[in-house]
């Protein structure tokens, strides 16, 4: 049970490039979703799905794009990458959309946008 | 909208002094709150949380969080810490009616570090 896994661990980029991050859980989550973190700012979501076929924009959703296929892979697509996208990511499952559950978090994935 | 803060960014201490992390979230409904913890190196981790019943919440390692409604408090607690509790805290928040209810918003995290 590997929990919920990321790729690339660090990635650099130019302005205007495109890149996608993978995220995969194989715990059978209902509820997936990508947060970025910046120093001083905490955790902020950037887009979540309650289920295969489901998305939804959460706090920072500009510059981001996403889609659920599967219920085991959540992307997160940089469409046109810019300085401002520079952050660590971080995508998080949990079993159900219902609240009280435990988010389990991937290692993150370091990003540079040059 | 609803957002939480927390009071202290850094914060040292020695080996076995006493620990209370402050709290506060701004929406007065019900809600469900959280305490996650972040190793260096690693990634978050639920150290604790809260969405009914007794107030004074009990985790792992030793800690302890308590909700004061009245307050809209939810502070987190350890009676002795240890150097292996460096690592940075962050509280968290959601509203379990409405939508997809597992939307987590975050304080801003507090960086604990613990001289031996």
């Known amino acids: 049970n590997a929990g919920v896994t990321q790729t690339p661990k660090f990635q650099v980029l130019k302005t205007g490039q495109s890149m996608t991050l993978q995220c995969a859980q194989d715990?059978?989550?209902?509820?997936m979703s990508w947060y970025r973190q910046d120093p001083g700012m905490g955790l902020r979501l950037i887009h979540y799905?309650?289920?295969?076929?489901?998305?939804d924009q959460g706090e920072v959703p500009n510059g981001y794009n996403v889609s659920r296929s599967t219920t085991e892979d959540f992307p997160l697509r940089l469409l046109s990458a810019a300085p401002s996208q520079t952050s660590v990511y971080f995508c998080a499952s949990s079993y159900s959309s219902g609240g009280a559950d435990e988010q389990f978090f991937g290692p993150g994935t370091r990003l540079t946008v040059l | 909208a609803q957002s939480v803060s927390q009071h202290n960014h850094h914060v040292i201490l020695s080996e076995a002094a006493s620990l209370e992390l402050g709290c506060n979230y701004s929406y007065g409904g019900t809600v469900n709150l959280f305490w996650y913890v972040q190793y260096p190196g690693q990634h978050l981790q639920l150290l604790l949380k809260?969405?009914?019943?007794?107030?004074l919440v009990k985790g792992i390692k030793g800690f302890e969080a308590e909700f004061i409604k009245s307050k809209f408090s939810f502070n987190l607690r350890k009676p002795s810490v240890q150097w292996s509790d460096t690592a940075e805290y962050f509280c968290?928040?959601?509203?379990?009616?409405?939508?997809?209810?597992?939307?987590?918003?975050f304080g801003t995290g507090t960086l604990l570090a613990v001289q031996p």
């Open positions: 799905s309650v289920g295969a076929g489901i998305t």
């Open positions: 809260y969405f009914s019943g007794d107030p």
């Open positions: 715990m059978n989550h209902e509820y």
């Open positions: 968290a928040v959601n509203e379990p009616y409405g939508g997809a209810t597992n939307k987590l918003i």
